[in-house]
Structures are given as structure tokens and as C-alpha cells.
């Protein structure tokens, strides 16, 4: 993302997981973990909704980890339908956050990934934010958000993403009355409108 950002690899349950940190100025507040879209679809730790959603992070006071899931870049192993996935991203947040506040991201792919991280994981940590971008709810069964999440939760999707239909993403989130973040005239991508996607998510963590 920028100069300062560290890289380095750690271990995960199909091999080496290469990861890429970037800290806030001062103290961090906890450490928030951005997971990216489909492996098989180009999808990487660079991708540029992932690059914004730690940019947030960041400039919200998070240590923005992102990471390669396995068979991506220098990552070990091989796609597997997102099951060994959420092993990857549960393996990054024990080799690096084990312990303190959690921000949990995630984009396409990714937050169908998160969510099912979010359902293991909300009972034994402090998850302070639940971020997911452009979920793939037409392609993957994404977990539902606990009730006690909701007030932490941020959904957000392009009203015209044709990739995942708007109405998809209704579907999953209205059984929970969960509501979503809606960006007019949005795409999957959020071409030209990053800057605003940075903004929605750094008005969540701030809030």
C-alpha cells in the first residue's frame, strides 16, 4: 500500500500465508484482518476495494493486516471452495491478533469468508467491527450475522453490481433484518467511487 508497509509470511493449515501489515500512527486500537475476493478471479491482498478497506483501517487507528488465501502469490496450497479459507484467515488472526480487539473485513469472496470467521469467532473475541463489501451472497451461503453483531455490522453494495445482484444481497440480509448500505449507480468494483467506499468504512470505525 504504501512504503511502509511490512511484509512477511506466516503459517497456515495448507502452508506459508503471505501477508502484508500497514500500522496507524500511535497506538493501534486493535488489529483488523481484510480477507479478498475469489482466488480463482484474480483476486488478491492488492486488490483495490482491499487496498481502501485498509487505507480505513488505518486511518482509523487499526493495524490493517491483509493477507493471500492459500494458492494466491506466495501463499502455499490450493483453492478449496472457501471451507480451508476460513482456516487460512483464523490461522492470520492467531499468528497475529490472538489476543485484543478485532476488525473483521472482508470483500466479495472475502466477506462470504469473514462471515463464516465471525460466526466461529464472536463468542471467544472483542469484535469491534464487521465490514463486508460486495458480499457474494448469489454465489456462496454466506453465515448470517449474530444479533449482538448487527450494531457493529457494516454491509455495504453498488445498487447496479453485476457480479452479485443487489437483490441477492437483500435476500441474505433481510431474514435478519440487517440492514445494507446501499451506493447509488455502484458496481462491483465501486470504479470511481473508492474514495466514498473509504469514507462509509472510515465513518463506521470512528462511529
Avoid at 30 to 50: R, Y
Wanted: net charge neutral; charged share 15%; with cysteine.
Amino acid at each position: 500500500m504504501n512504503a511502509q508497509t511490512e511484509f512477511l509470511s506466516v503459517a497456515g493449515p495448507a502452508g506459508s500465508l503471505e501477508v502484508a501489515i500497514d500500522r496507524p500512527l500511535g497506538e493501534a486500537r486493535g488489529t483488523a484482518v481484510i480477507a479478498h475476493p475469489h482466488p480463482l478471479h484474480g483476486g488478491t491482498l492488492t486488490n483495490k476495494v482491499v487496498q481502501t478497506l485498509a487505507r480505513a483501517c488505518v486511518l482509523g487507528g487499526w493495524t490493517a493486516v491483509r493477507f493471500n488465501f492459500r494458492g494466491v502469490g506466495h501463499s502455499g496450497g490450493a483453492y478449496d471452495e472457501g471451507r480451508g479459507e476460513q482456516d487460512d484467515l483464523l490461522a492470520v488472526i492467531d499468528a497475529l491478533a490472538p489476543t485484543g480487539p478485532l476488525c473483521l473485513a472482508g470483500f466479495s469472496f472475502g466477506a462470504f469468508v469473514t462471515s463464516h470467521a465471525a460466526a466461529r469467532l464472536h463468542v471467544s473475541r472483542d469484535i469491534r467491527h464487521l465490514v463486508l463489501i460486495g458480499t457474494a451472497a448469489s454465489r456462496f451461503e454466506v453465515a448470517p450475522v449474530a444479533a449482538e453483531l448487527h450494531a457493529r455490522t457494516l454491509a455495504v453494495h453498488g445498487e447496479q453490481d453485476d457480479t452479485v445482484p443487489l437483490s441477492a444481497v437483500m435476500d441474505w440480509a433481510r431474514p435478519q433484518s440487517l440492514p445494507v448500505l446501499v451506493v447509488p449507480g455502484g458496481g462491483h468494483f465501486f470504479h470511481g467511487q473508492l474514495p466514498l467506499l473509504r469514507e462509509l468504512v472510515l465513518r463506521h470505525l470512528r462511529a
